[in-house]
């Protein structure tokens, strides 16, 4: 069972570049969402969904887009990098029942620099 | 929206000792407190969590306590060992698919 999985583990881009942050998931559970930690600023929501075909922003959104087209991916979209955007990506899921809050389940992170 | 204030950002503690680490919420809603440890390099990773209609959960050496009319929840580790060193993070969820807010991290130093 492999969990949360991210990839690539580290990434260096050029301003104005885009690239697409991966994360899949194998614990069938609806509830996906991206977060960024900055030093001194803890996890920060970019943007989440509750299942394929939903999304919605988060705290920190501008810069950033998402789709999910099944329950496993949850891609995360850099339309034009910028220096602001240095940071590292943590991509998490949860189970959903009913009114019940289950823990979320992280992925090890991509390390990101924009240059 | 909901904001959560976590104290302190740094402690250091001595082998052995008791670790307690503070978090404050301002949402009534919230009826979930997660706590997460991440160590360096990994993604964080739940240690023990409580929900509103429980005052006190423990398991081993890690406890959580709620005040539910203060809006304050905290996180103690007893005897302390050099791998609880990591960052730990708090954090509050109202029910459902409700969005998690997290506090800004503590950075637990263990010395041997």
């Known amino acids: 069972n492999a969990g949360v999985t991210q990839t690539p583990k580290f990434q260096v881009l050029k301003t104005g570049q885009s690239m697409t942050l991966q994360c899949a998931q194998d614990m069938n559970h609806e509830y996906m969402s991206w977060y960024r930690q900055d030093p001194g600023m803890g996890l920060r929501l970019i943007h989440y969904?509750?299942?394929?075909?939903?999304?919605d922003q988060g705290e920190v959104p501008n810069g950033y887009n998402v789709s999910r087209s099944t329950t496993e991916d949850f891609p995360l979209r850099l339309l034009s990098a910028a220096p602001s955007q240095t940071s590292v990506y943590f991509c998490?899921?949860?189970?959903?029942?009913?009114?019940?809050?289950?823990?979320?389940?992280f992925g090890d992170g991509t390390r990101l620099s924009i240059l | 929206g909901e904001n959560v204030e976590q104290h302190p950002s740094t402690l250091s503690v001595q082998e052995g000792d008791s670790a307690v680490i503070k978090c404050t919420y301002s949402d009534s809603a919230s009826n979930y407190f997660p706590w997460y440890k991440q160590e360096l390099g990994k993604g964080p990773q739940l240690i023990i969590d409580i929900r509103s209609n429980v005052g006190e959960k423990k398991d081993q050496r890690i406890a959580v306590t709620l005040n539910k009319t203060a809006k304050h929840f905290s996180l103690h580790i007893t005897e302390t060992q050099p791998e609880d060193s990591a960052v730990y993070f708090c954090?509050?969820?109202?029910?459902?698919?409700?969005?998690?807010?997290f506090g800004t991290g503590t950075k637990l130093q263990v010395i041997p």
């Open positions: 954090a509050a969820r109202p029910g459902g698919y409700q969005k998690v807010t």
């Open positions: 969904s509750v299942g394929a075909g939903i999304t």
């Open positions: 998490a899921s949860s189970a959903y029942t009913g009114t019940d809050n289950q823990p979320q389940h």
